[in-house]
């Protein structure tokens, strides 16, 4: 097992025992750890997403699927990685391979379950790269954490989606009094945050990358990455997107009454701050719901 702290080490019995260790921990190192690795490390370049991409045929043809819809509206066809680096440049890039391979690495859970989860995951990944971007802080750190913050949710779903369906009926009867991740606590011993917390370590991701996942759901955290993440997270629930159960939008037409206040006064944003947002934010939910449909599969 990974080197884990303290607090998850407790946790990790009842990882082995809902997940297994060999099968959540080693068959999905690969192509999608080593983008998000790259992802988060800012000495990366273009050219060294290309190499991890081309190692895999399977996602890099997925890739130039995506990259020549209608979508992106291109007038030529793009046949090679390196021709779409230098059309659409590296960030773009960078959040195509990162989406196309999440979504390729977890297919065997319950389909409606995952699409959700999935819609969730990538929205709350663009939102947090907006908000990134706002508020001086690594976009590329946002978006990989906003992307995996609910991995543990995921994995469940795939290897245990008993365990998964579960917590998820149980927090439905709950959800007035409980979190989410607080039936699951209660229910199976451990929460998706603590189970991607352990994977993320197993599979080596950035320190920061396992912070963020194992405390998005902690009250007052002090990384802002986190903080931003929760804001996105909020957002995203409340606006209709949730990653689980019903998808209930808080009815209001001011972004303000959409999240609690402590959410975005932690990061010094005012009520007005918040409203000036609204703009960009409001395109990137749109855009991000037009790029999720690139990856939906009948
Ligand atoms: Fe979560
Ligand atoms: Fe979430």
Known sequence: MPDLDEELREKQEAFVRLLGYSVSLRSFRGVLIRIVQLISDPNSSAQDLADVVSTAPAIATRILGVVNSPY??????????????????????????????????????????????????ILCGIVSRILGEQLRCSPDEVFAGGLLHDVG??????????????????????????????????????????????????????????????KHHQKYPELPVIQIIQLANALCTNLGFPSVGPDK??????????????????????????????????????QAMEFFALFARE
């Open 249 to 286: 939008a808080v009815f209001s037409s001011r972004i303000t009454e959409v999240v609690d206040k402590s959410l975005y006064s932690v990061l010094g944003l005012s009520k007005e701050d918040l409203e000036l947002l609204w703009t960009p934010l409001d395109a990137g939910i749109r």
């Open 72 to 121: 992106y509206g291109l007038t030529h066809e793009v046949t090679s990685l390196g021709h779409a680096i230098a059309l659409m440049g590296f960030e773009e890039l960078k959040k195509i391979a990162l989406s196309v391979s999440i979504f390729d690495t977890f297919t065997s859970g319950e389909r409606v379950y995952l699409a959700k989860l999935w819609r969730h995951s």
């Open 153 to 214: 949710k995921v994995l469940l779903c795939n290897f245990n989606p008993k365990a998964f369906r579960m917590a998820l009926f149980n927090y439905q009867y709950e959800s007035s009094r409980l979190s989410h991740h607080e039936v699951e606590s209660r229910l199976l011993g451990i929460n998706h945050a603590e189970i991607g917390a352990i994977a993320g370590k197993g599979w080596n991701l950035p320190g920061l990358m396992v912070e963020v996942i194992h």
